[in-house]
């Protein structure tokens, strides 16, 4: 049986809303492209050897993007995955796996890629990503410039795989969120309360 209940979109509107002001603020603040002395990443983004002197950084760096590319890849990202999950999961647990990832990927990333800055949504995205491969796994999506339909699973792993070979990417923090999302879709499954 299908089960319908109305889907609140708020709090996802917000993060989007929330990001693109602070990259305005970002841009406003310094030259382009943005450095890592531009005063919006020196405040918010996530310096690794200075975190115990600015731990807010841990959850503020995920609202902070370094290009027009960075940005727009991780919010149409957001968008489509994230109103997916709200659909599926409800709001409040749609913001928990989101901040929960984010978190866990920065934490991964200070251990393992300590004296950097880290700035992005990735890895609270790829947390999203991680949860509904394992609720919803026959959900299909488009990769640009894939012409075709290919499974959520597929994409996260090439995903991922760009992580690890580009240059400059937080791999370290998009592979926290993304198992932070697959333990938390497997006990979300197991306790099926999901809807279709």
């Given at each position: 049986m299908r089960?319908?209940?109305?889907?609140?979109?708020?709090?996802?509107?917000f993060l989007i809303a929330l990001n693109v002001v602070i990259f305005i603020v970002t841009l406003i603040s310094g030259p382009y492209p943005i450095r890592i002395d531009n005063p919006v990443v020196v405040l918010l983004g996530l310096h690794t050897e200075d975190f115990l002197h600015q731990p807010w950084t841990i959850i503020t760096n995920l609202f902070v993007h370094g290009s027009f590319?960075?940005?727009?890849?991780n919010m149409v990202?957001?968008?489509?995955?994230?109103?997916?999950?709200?659909q599926l999961v409800g709001a409040k647990r749609f913001l928990i796996v989101y901040f929960l990832g984010g978190l866990v990927g920065n934490i991964l990333f200070i251990l393992l890629e300590p004296y950097s800055i880290g700035i992005g949504a990735s890895g609270a995205i790829f947390a999203l990503g991680g949860m509904l491969v394992m609720i919803a796994?026959?959900?299909?999506?488009?990769?640009?410039?894939?012409?075709?339909?290919?499974?959520?699973?597929?994409?996260?792993?090439i995903f991922?795989?760009?992580s690890f070979l580009g240059s400059g990417i937080a791999w370290q923090a998009h592979l926290g969120g993304l198992l932070l999302g697959l333990i938390a879709g497997y006990r979300f499954k197991k306790k099926r309360v999901y809807f279709y």
């Open positions: 089960t319908y209940r109305p889907v609140n979109l708020n709090p996802l509107w590319g960075h940005i727009i890849c990202s957001l968008y489509f995955l994230g109103r997916f999950l709200i796994p026959g959900l299909r999506v488009i990769i640009i410039p894939i012409p075709v339909p290919v499974p959520l699973w597929m994409a996260m792993a991922l795989l760009i």
